[in-house]
């Protein structure tokens, strides 16, 4: 069983920063892919940011050179770094882990809990 525990959410003024972490367990030996999504009110979930375990990083083009994702794998927690926040960022961001080696065998995707990150004036 894997955890995935995302923290960092809240409300931001429009042009604010914040930082969205997401740490998983579960006896991890290793973690493939993680994918950072969001969900607004009304909308599908969509995509954001995928990092490799080698650090290669992918953004959807609404967030690309405003988002930065991250990870150390030591910690088993990817970080999502938002700048420049928009009034549409405004949604619930899901943690993802694909290909999961734990001591149990291969966990394939995994979700967080979500967390809310509302950007208002």
């Known amino acids: 069983q894997v955890q995935l525990v995302e923290s960092g959410g809240g409300l931001v003024q429009p042009g604010g920063s914040m930082r969205l972490s997401c740490a998983a367990s579960?006896?991890?030996?290793?973690?493939?892919?993680m994918r950072w999504y969001r969900q607004a009110p009304g909308k599908q979930r969509e995509l954001v940011a995928t990092?490799?375990?080698?650090?290669?990083?992918n953004y959807a083009d609404s967030v690309k050179g405003r988002f930065t994702s991250s990870r150390d794998s030591a910690k088993n927690t990817q970080y999502l770094q938002m700048n420049s926040l928009k009034l549409e960022d405004t949604a619930v961001y899901y943690c993802?882990?694909?290909?999961?080696?734990?001591?149990?065998?291969?966990?394939?995707?995994?979700w967080g809990q979500g967390t809310q990150v509302t950007v208002s004036s």
């Open positions: 990092i490799t375990s080698g650090g290669s990083t």
């Open positions: 579960g006896n991890i030996l290793s973690i493939g892919v």
């Open positions: 993802n882990a694909n290909r999961v080696f734990t001591a149990s065998g291969l966990v394939y995707d995994s």
